[in-house]
């Protein structure tokens, strides 16, 4: 009865490839998120989407390109993969875009080599 | 740009006493959503506790309660009875925009000491 799952958790990489990240949430939410955080822990937001229409779109490389086929599906798109992408990148959602709480998902550490 | 600050990068508490964590914010808003997420070790991010800014009553849970003082722009953790498992990382959040936008603090790591 997981609320928010990513797949997969651990992911070690090859500089150069590419690779993506899937998330899915059951709690019938309409909206969900990607959060980076780094290696001091510092987390910060990378994308929205509402209702499968991109809302949020912080300053990230093109490589990037989130993807959500439905509400409930929001995927994370790495291409030609860098050093400085190693990460935890978590994917959240929250219900409707009223300031409520956001549920994480447990994050997928990303180490490129 | 709008920050969120933690001033305590790490702190330490013994059990069964209390801890406060500070966070101050900055923002031009009138409404928006303060948060407490707690991460522990297993790296999921758990909410803690939720304030809104239009009011003015405390929120608490359980052992876990807030010092909300919006002109001060400050939105403190306060843990009572400490428990080993509270050891973990404290992130403090906003909401910036009128959105679901959350701005985090850089975290405090707290342990608890048996």
């Known amino acids: 009865d997981t609320a928010v799952s990513q797949t997969p958790k651990y992911l070690v990489t090859q500089m150069g490839n590419d690779k993506s990240i899937k998330c899915e949430q059951n709690?019938?939410?309409?909206?969900m998120y990607w959060y980076k955080q780094d290696s001091k822990k510092f987390l910060k937001i990378m994308f929205s989407?509402?209702?499968?229409?991109?809302?949020i779109n912080e300053t990230v490389p093109n490589r990037f390109s989130p993807k959500s086929p439905d509400k409930a599906h929001l995927n994370l798109h790495i291409n030609s993969l860098e050093l400085g992408d190693s990460a935890v990148y978590f994917c959240?959602?929250?219900?409707?875009?009223?300031?409520?709480?956001?549920?994480f998902g447990p994050g997928t550490r990303l180490t490129v080599t | 740009a709008q920050t969120v600050t933690q001033s305590q990068p790490e702190m330490s508490v013994q059990e069964a006493e209390t801890v406060t964590l500070s966070c101050t914010y900055d923002?031009?808003?009138?409404?928006?959503?303060l948060f407490w997420y707690k991460q522990p070790p297993s790296r999921q991010m758990i909410l803690v506790i939720r304030?809104?800014?239009?009011?003015?009553q405390n929120a608490t849970e359980n052992r876990f309660s807030v010092n909300f003082q919006k002109a001060a722009k400050s939105f403190s953790l306060k843990i009572s009875d400490s428990q080993l498992g509270d050891t973990a990382m404290y992130f403090c959040?906003?909401?910036?925009?009128?959105?679901?936008?959350?701005?985090f603090g850089k975290g405090t790591k707290l342990t608890v000491n048996p």
């Open positions: 959240a959602s929250s219900q409707g875009r009223t300031l409520r709480e956001q549920y």
């Open positions: 709690l019938g939410h309409d909206t």
């Open positions: 989407y509402n209702n499968k229409e991109l809302i």
């Open positions: 923002t031009s808003e009138n409404n928006y959503y």
């Open positions: 304030q809104e800014a239009y009011k003015q």
């Open positions: 959040a906003r909401t910036q925009g009128g959105s679901e936008k959350l701005v």
